[in-house]
């Protein structure tokens, strides 16, 4: 089953993203990795290397980022993790979040993730 990480400046939130997803999809393995080790705000690239080793399996990892150094720092996270398979979602983390681990868990291709992702960012809320 494809893996979710949600790449946060706020722990808080990350772990907010994680439950919401998984009220949706109660098996899809997905992690949080959102702020500093200290507690603080900001990114962490242990915490993301972690939460990707957490949940990796063959299928491979979509990490999903909130903003700015989020992206800058999980980008750092694929490139250290060279050969596994890792992709980045360009979408609304909350939206998306609840997208990926449902797809996830309906058993859905990495690819086909990230296709339905790209989708997340444009759609109405009103």
Same mark, same amino acid.
């Given at each position: 089953?494809?893996?979710?990480?949600?790449?946060?400046?706020?722990?808080?939130?990350?772990?907010?993203?994680?439950?919401?997803?998984?009220?949706?999809?109660? *098996?899809?393995?997905?992690?949080?990795?959102?702020?500093?080790?200290?507690?603080?705000?900001? *990114?962490?690239?242990?915490?993301?290397?972690?939460?990707?080793?957490?949940?990796?399996?063959? !299928?491979?990892v979509i990490l999903l980022m909130d903003m700015g150094?989020?992206?800058?720092?999980?980008?750092?996270?694929?490139?250290?993790? !060279?050969?596994?398979?890792?992709?980045?979602?360009?979408?609304?983390?909350?939206?998306?979040?609840? *997208?990926?681990?449902?797809?996830? !868990?309906?058993?859905?291709?990495?690819?086909?993730?990230?296709?339905?992702?790209?989708?997340?960012?444009?759609?109405?809320?009103?």
């Open positions: 089953m494809v893996g979710l990480v949600i790449v946060s400046h706020s722990a808080k939130l990350a772990e907010g993203v994680v439950d919401l997803a998984r009220m949706m999809a109660k *098996t899809a393995p997905i992690a949080a990795a959102g702020g500093l080790e200290d507690g603080g705000f900001g *990114t962490s690239f242990e915490k993301i290397s972690r939460a990707v080793d957490q949940v990796y399996s063959d !299928e491979g150094s989020a992206v800058m720092t999980a980008e750092m996270v694929m490139e250290s993790m !060279e050969g596994r398979r890792l992709a980045l979602a360009d979408c609304p983390v909350a939206e998306g979040a609840v *997208t990926a681990a449902v797809g996830a !868990e309906a058993g859905m291709a990495l690819e086909d993730i990230l296709d339905d992702l790209s989708q997340v960012g444009s759609q109405k809320k009103l």
